[in-house]
């Protein structure tokens, strides 16, 4: 296996903690912090290049707050400059692990994300089914859904440096490494990862690279994709997508120290549809999850009083609901959208005009 060596050099370089600048401030210029560091920009920019080439760089402390959304989020921002710093190290050794990534891993990759992973679902529904249409198959075909139980909380320093190690040979940049990992834990030291981060993002691919590995080098299994800590199996025999299972529980309690979500890990018919990724997928058309119609409802009620009361700008109001609209038209969703369009007549119309 070729290690990477003398990458260091490239991460401290001026243009790469430019480029990192330029990345971490988009769409962001104007908050405080990134105000702040780009009034001095080249000032601050030449420090933390001489912090680096020098190895006093110390990560700074993380703006904690909680996210609600499906469920609650404990997020750990870190400050502006450190954020930069992360871009420059994802910049030098993101694409080195990257292409060594089976091409359904779906989060958090450039040319991915979830259209692509739904698209890939749909693909290998329509598959199965023209293999059980040949092999004129009359039983049930079935998927097995798994997520892994407080995937970042549970991510363990030591096997990530460990497989880090197997692709970076650069004892500086492990230096790097091992500052960000160290400047954040969950409940014990050495075990979890910010979910803030852009290097988690990173870090959590590499980790579950190995699973991925498992399951088409190991298992050999044709049907299987994975979005960040979700993944789905299709087999043709619950019993066999039972064994796999133990199999997969097994790797990653030996190999990861991790754990499948006892709720989340389920087998199904797929006839009955896929729900993932915001989605209920089927192999020709995907619907909307009644969940995210009632929320937004709901939601857009309250927009809509707090724009009439003004306490809220159009502009606010409009981007929420074209955010949503966009998220509904990926989907097969026509019907309810003009159904929609009736019961929120005014609201629409302030996205389309």
Not at 13 to 41: G, I, Q, T
Not at 44 to 67: D, M
Not at 258 to 267: G, V, W
């Amino acid at each position: 296996m070729k290690t990477y060596n003398n990458l260091f050099n490239k991460i401290y370089s001026f243009e790469n903690l430019h480029l990192a600048y330029l990345k971490a401030s988009r769409c962001k210029r104007y908050r405080d912090n990134v105000l702040e560091f780009s009034y001095n920009l080249e000032g601050n920019l030449l420090k933390l290049q001489k912090e680096l080439l020098n190895q006093t760089y110390q990560h700074g402390k993380y703006r904690e707050f909680i996210v609600k959304d499906l469920k609650k989020r404990h997020i750990k921002a870190a400050p502006f400059r450190d954020r930069v710093v992360h871009h420059a190290l994802c910049n030098i050794i993101e694409p080195i692990f990257d292409k060594g990534f089976i091409c359904d891993s779906y989060a958090c990759r450039k040319d991915k994300g979830t259209h692509k992973a739904i698209k890939k679902t749909q693909i290998f529904l329509r598959s199965i089914s023209d293999v059980k249409a040949k092999k004129a198959l009359l039983e049930d075909t079935y998927c097995l859904q798994c997520d892994i139980s407080k995937y970042f909380a549970s991510i363990d320093h030591k096997i990530l440096l460990n497989l880090i190690k197997k692709k970076i040979a650069d004892k500086k940049v492990l230096w790097l490494i091992q500052g960000i990992l160290d400047s954040s834990y969950d409940n014990e030291p050495g075990k979890g990862i910010p979910i803030g981060n852009l290097t988690s993002q990173l870090f959590a691919n590499i980790y579950l690279n190995e699973l991925d590995k498992f399951m088409k080098h190991e298992l050999k299994i044709r049907y299987y994709l994975r979005y960040m800590d979700d993944f789905l199996i299709f087999g043709f025999k619950k019993n066999t997508l039972r064994q796999i299972e133990n199999r997969i529980k097994e790797f990653l309690n030996n190999s990861l120290r991790l754990k499948l979500h006892p709720k989340k890990d389920i087998i199904f018919p797929i006839n009955k549809g896929i729900n993932f990724l915001g989605y209920i997928i089927f192999k020709d058309y995907k619907l909307l999850r009644k969940s995210s119609v009632k929320r937004f409802i709901k939601r857009t009620k309250i927009y809509q009083k707090k724009l009439d009361e003004g306490l809220m700008n159009r502009k606010k109001f409009k981007s929420s609901l074209q955010s949503w609209l966009t998220y509904a038209r990926f989907g097969n969703s026509l019907r309810l959208r003009k159904s929609l369009e009736k019961k929120f007549n005014y609201c629409l119309s302030l996205v389309v005009y």
